[in-house]
Structures are given as C-alpha cells and as structure tokens.
C-alpha cells in the first residue's frame, strides 16, 4: 500500500534529472522561507513556506511511486518504528474534542 497525499501529481512525469533538479530547488526554497521566518515571524502567516513544504511532499510521492511497492512497504515499516503514523480516529477525537469543547 502506498498511500497518496496528492490525488494528481505532475512530479510522476519527471525523469530523475527534473526530480533531481526540483529537490534542490525544494530544498533551497524551504531553507530560505525558514531563514525569512527568523527575520519576521510574520512570514508564517503566508503561503509561501506551506507551498514549498507540500511540492516536497509530491515530490516525495513521485519518488516513491518509482520504487517497487514491496521496497516502499518494507521503508514504510522501518520508517514506523522511527516515526509514529497519525491515528485518523485519534486525529478525529482531537478535532471533535476541540469543535465541542470535550476534554
């Protein structure tokens, strides 16, 4: 299984130079919006730095959809013991908590 984040991804038609050239575009715009948001913590109330966070999510996502999916569960597997999956119903407990005012 390989879930999406994105249901249409325009990085799925890149070849590994484009992605290549794209992550290091990513990359770079993420590190310059974080430099900016030092300077002005205004910043965060913009687009700007979420815009480049989610592209490196698609980006990542294409890379994936690359490898063999037994590859990628195998990574999602290892990936787990290092970083704990969110929850959908824990996720949703804390929303309708929060909306209704429930603790």
């Known amino acids: 299984m390989n879930a999406k984040y994105f249901e249409e991804n325009k990085y799925e038609k890149y070849?590994?130079?484009?992605?290549?050239?794209?992550?290091?575009?990513?990359?770079?715009?993420?590190?310059?919006n974080l430099m900016v948001e030092v300077a002005d913590p205004q910043a965060r109330k913009q687009n700007r730095e979420a815009n480049a966070y989610h592209a490196m999510?698609?980006?990542?996502?294409?890379?994936?959809?690359?490898?063999?999916?037994?590859?990628?569960?195998?990574?999602?597997?290892?990936?787990?013991?290092?970083?704990?999956?969110?929850?959908?119903?824990e996720v949703s407990a804390a929303l309708f908590a929060a909306i209704f005012g429930i603790k």
């Open 15 to 32: 070849g590994t130079d484009e992605l290549h050239d794209e992550a290091n575009m990513l990359g770079r715009a993420i590190t310059n």
């Open 57 to 89: 999510i698609a980006l990542c996502e294409a890379g994936l959809s690359r490898l063999d999916a037994d590859v990628v569960e195998r990574s999602r597997e290892e990936s787990a013991k290092r970083l704990k999956p969110i929850d959908p119903a």
